[in-house]
C-alpha cells in the first residue's frame, strides 16, 4: 500500500483560479513529519513546507495555504490566484520517526494563461 | 557557499559499464542522501549517511554501493549499469536527521541532479 497517495496525477487551470493539490498519508508512529515539495520544469526540488504530526495548525504564506486534519490523514495544499509560474510537479512527502522516508508520485499542476 | 554539488549533469551509459556520481556538500552537514527519481515518479531512497564512515541502505539499493570517508563527500557508484538504473539521481544533505528538526532553515539541500541513461 502507499504510505503517501497523491491520487491526482494531473490538473490544469485557468491563470487566477484557486487550485488544492490533495495528499493523503499512511502511518502507525505518532511522531512523523510531513513535507510539500515543488520540482519545476528545471528540475530542482524547491521546499515548500515542512509540519510535524503535532501541529495541526494551518499554514498560510503568501498565495500558499496548507490544511493539515490528522483525523482524515491529509495534507492539503492550496494555491489561490494560480500563476503560470505555479506551473510544476507537485511532491507530499512523510517521514516516519524511523527515518522511513516516503514520496508521493506527485501531482502536475499547469497554470493555463 | 555552493551548497550541494552533483557531478555529473548527464551521463551516457552503456549496459554493464560502471560509473560514480559524485557528491559533494560545503555547509558541513552529517546526513546526506542519495535518491532516483523514475519518469513521472516521485523520489525513492537509495542510500543514506549519518556520518562520515556509517551508510545505511535506503528502499532501493541494489544495484548500488556509497562511501563516505568524509564528512562533505558522498559518492554514489553503480558497477554494473543496467537499463532500470535510468533515472535522475539527487544527492542531499541535511543539517538533523532528514531536516526534521532545522527550525527555519531547508529540511534537506538537494543538488541539481545527474540525469543518467543506460543504454
Known amino acids: 500500500a502507499q504510505k503517501v497517495t497523491q491520487a491526482q496525477t494531473e490538473i490544469s487551470v485557468v491563470e487566477k483560479e484557486d487550485v488544492t493539490l490533495d495528499c493523503v498519508y499512511e502511518?502507525?508512529?505518532?511522531?512523523?513529519?510531513l513535507f510539500w515539495y515543488k520540482q519545476p520544469p528545471s528540475g530542482e526540488l524547491v521546499f515548500l513546507i515542512r509540519?510535524?504530526?503535532?501541529?495541526?495548525q494551518n499554514e498560510i504564506s503568501g498565495r500558499y495555504s496548507w490544511n493539515f486534519q490528522k483525523s482524515t490523514s491529509s495534507f492539503n495544499f492550496t494555491i489561490t490566484a494560480s500563476q503560470v509560474v505555479d506551473s510544476a510537479v507537485y511532491f507530499c512527502?512523510?517521514?516516519?520517526?524511523?527515518?522511513?522516508?516516503?514520496f508521493g508520485t506527485g501531482t502536475s499542476l499547469t497554470v493555463i494563461p | 557557499n555552493a551548497g550541494v554539488t552533483q557531478t555529473p549533469k548527464f551521463r551516457i551509459l552503456k549496459i554493464g559499464q560502471s560509473m560514480t556520481l559524485q557528491c559533494t556538500q560545503d555547509?558541513?552537514?552529517?546526513?546526506m542522501y542519495w535518491y532516483r527519481q523514475d519518469p513521472g515518479m516521485g523520489l525513492k531512497l537509495i542510500y543514506y549517511?549519518?556520518?562520515?564512515?556509517?551508510?545505511d541502505k535506503g528502499e532501493v539499493p541494489n544495484g548500488y554501493n556509497v562511501s563516505r570517508s568524509t564528512t562533505e563527500d558522498f559518492p554514489l557508484r553503480l558497477e554494473l549499469a543496467a537499463p532500470s538504473q535510468t533515472s535522475v539521481y539527487f544527492c542531499?544533505?541535511?543539517?538533523?536527521?532528514?531536516?526534521?528538526?532545522?527550525?527555519?532553515?531547508?529540511?534537506?539541500?538537494f543538488g541539481d541532479g545527474t540525469r543518467l541513461s543506460i543504454l
Open positions: 542531499a544533505s541535511s543539517l538533523t536527521p532528514w531536516g526534521t528538526s532545522d527550525r527555519g532553515h531547508q529540511p534537506q539541500h
Open positions: 502511518t502507525r508512529d505518532t511522531t512523523y513529519y
Open positions: 509540519r510535524n504530526s503535532f501541529d495541526e
Open positions: 512527502a512523510l517521514i516516519e520517526s524511523g527515518n522511513q522516508f516516503y
Open positions: 555547509m558541513n552537514h552529517n546526513y
Open positions: 549517511s549519518v556520518g562520515a564512515g556509517i551508510t
